[in-house]
């Protein structure tokens, strides 16, 4: 016997026929309105004569599963099993100063203690403690590593040796190495790009906020300066260039600036560089500093696919699907945040905040990069108790801002962070605009 | 059987055989992934591009 799966959901265009999609496996099938009407009179009464498309549907697609399958114990026994005995990637967020040449008001660091760069004391005990690291955990066969701040780029030596040494760290132990950057993208010179795509360069994610002057009254440097111009120029550079194959352009979100994205859009499709820029949107939050005028999920999720709409229309690549997880970098086992201070934490989020360091450096390795209150997958019972079909793309919501909303004590970080109006109407919308006609 | 492998959404191949073959159409337009897809961070693979915070 066969049914739906529970983590099938359904969106239905306005021709009537219906996309039906896994968020577990990803699969999604087009059915015309008869078709679903046959599905659904079909699994009803399976002893009649099978449609043809249904097999199509069963497999390694799981769109329909067998329905003695309790699916929520064995994806959260995938989960489980996947992150603690798969584990091959080491994800180190290396913040080699917390300060920032711009004064962003919803900044989540807004508020730490920003302190001094990372001195060539902690620099070289990193080295030892992450040998050490991977001598203690030989599962690891991947080193990724991810410059973050503060502005990563105001402390380009650190930057450059880092690069050196750790992609020579990986050779000696016979890891795959890759290089990222998150930056303001002010400072990312050519200079920089041409350095940086020596060491296997995968990514960077730069921020707009809005056209230049939604950009610059959010995005500025001290005292107001303007930055919209030369990070914009920065990004055309990587774009007519071949340092990186793809430049992650992320657009903040949120009530102040939501109406004025459509118009970045429509600058950034001018330069043509549409097959070289990858969107993506980030709803701006609260911190534990910064208080962020909350806006309503359904009105994220208008506001996000009214965005997509006017990137697709104008060719850049959209994505089929929004997903806020399961796993963050934060929660995977081999992940952590170096801070130039040489203290270590999970999630880049908590950056500055001492209560939130599981350890130091100059402690040693042993064992892998634990910290238990972003261990606490129980989670996710409430949202198998609702059966949740969201599941699979969520994984209980961000941990971070579980803390936030209550209080950041050690158990805050065990709740749920529950989006799942947004995940539902920005989910059917990208589908519509995914494999729907223009008109949707 | 399973059909092919599409990201675009696509009819039913033509059969040019002259002997009859019992072909379903194609109503996949995108195929699962076994596993978990957003593992990347616990698998290996690079989540690259992703909403959320980005990771």
């Not at chain 1, 850049?316 to 997903?323: A, G, L, Q, S, V």
Request: with cysteine; hydrophobic share 35%.
């Amino acid at each position: 016997m066969l049914r739906e799966s529970v983590f099938c959901i359904k969106t239905q265009l306005s021709d009537k026929s219906v996309i039906l999609k896994s968020t577990k496996t990803g699969a999604v099938a087009k059915l015309s309105a008869p078709q679903e009407t046959s599905l659904q009179d079909w699994l009803k009464h399976q002893n009649e004569p099978k449609p043809d498309f249904i097999d199509s549907l069963c497999g390694i697609n799981e769109i329909l599963v067998d329905a003695k399958v309790d699916e929520f114990a064995s994806w959260q026994n995938e989960l489980l099993e996947t992150r603690n005995n798969q584990a091959k990637m080491f994800s180190l967020h290396l913040e080699p100063t917390m300060q920032c040449q711009l004064d962003c008001g919803y900044c989540v660091e807004k508020g730490i203690d920003r302190g001094s760069g990372m001195t060539d004391v902690v620099f070289q005990r990193s080295l030892k403690w992450l040998d050490d690291y991977c001598e203690s955990n030989p599962e690891v066969k991947l080193l990724r590593l991810i410059f973050f701040g503060g502005e990563p780029l105001l402390r380009k030596d650190i930057v450059k040796k880092s690069a050196v040494i750790y992609s020579q760290l990986a050779k000696r132990r016979q890891l795959e190495y890759m290089t990222e950057i998150t930056t303001n993208g002010e400072l990312l010179t050519e200079e920089m790009a041409q350095f940086l795509s020596h060491y296997n360069w995968r990514r960077v994610q730069i921020t707009l906020d809005g056209p230049a002057e939604i950009h610059n009254a959010r995005r500025h440097g001290k005292n107001g300066r303007p930055t919209f111009d030369r990070i914009w120029s920065n990004i055309l550079m990587l774009a007519h260039s071949d340092y990186i194959s793809t430049v992650d352009v992320r657009l903040s979100l949120d009530n102040e600036n939501a109406e004025y994205i459509p118009r970045l859009i429509e600058f950034m499709t001018k330069a043509g560089v549409q097959d070289k820029i990858r969107l993506s949107i980030g709803f701006t939050e609260s911190s534990f500093f910064v208080q962020i005028k909350e806006t309503q999920e359904e009105w994220q999720a208008k506001q996000a696919l009214r965005v997509w709409k006017c990137a697709r229309d104008n060719g850049f690549k959209i994505p089929d699907e929004y997903t806020t997880g399961p796993l963050c970098v934060a929660q995977a086992k081999h992940s952590a945040v170096l801070q130039p201070d040489g203290s270590l934490q999970k999630c880049f989020c908590t950056s500055g905040l001492s209560c939130y360091r599981f350890g130091h450096i100059s402690a040693g390795a042993s064992g892998y990069a634990k910290d238990i209150r972003y261990e606490n997958f129980d989670r996710i019972n409430g949202c198998i108790k609702e059966k949740c079909a969201y599941l699979p793309i969520c994984g209980g919501g961000c941990t971070y801002h579980a803390a936030v909303e209550n209080g950041g004590t050690t158990e805050s970080f065990s709740k749920q962070h529950c989006k799942k109006v947004l995940l539902q109407d920005l989910n059917d919308g990208l589908l519509r605009l995914s494999y729907g006609s223009q008109d949707e | 059987m399973r059909a092919p492998a599409q990201t675009v959404p696509n009819l039913a191949p033509t059969n040019t055989q002259s002997k009859p073959v019992t072909r379903q159409p194609s109503v996949i337009l995108k195929e699962g992934k076994s596993g978990l897809r957003f593992g990347p961070v616990a698998t290996g693979q690079v989540a690259l591009g992703k909403d959320a915070c980005g990771y």
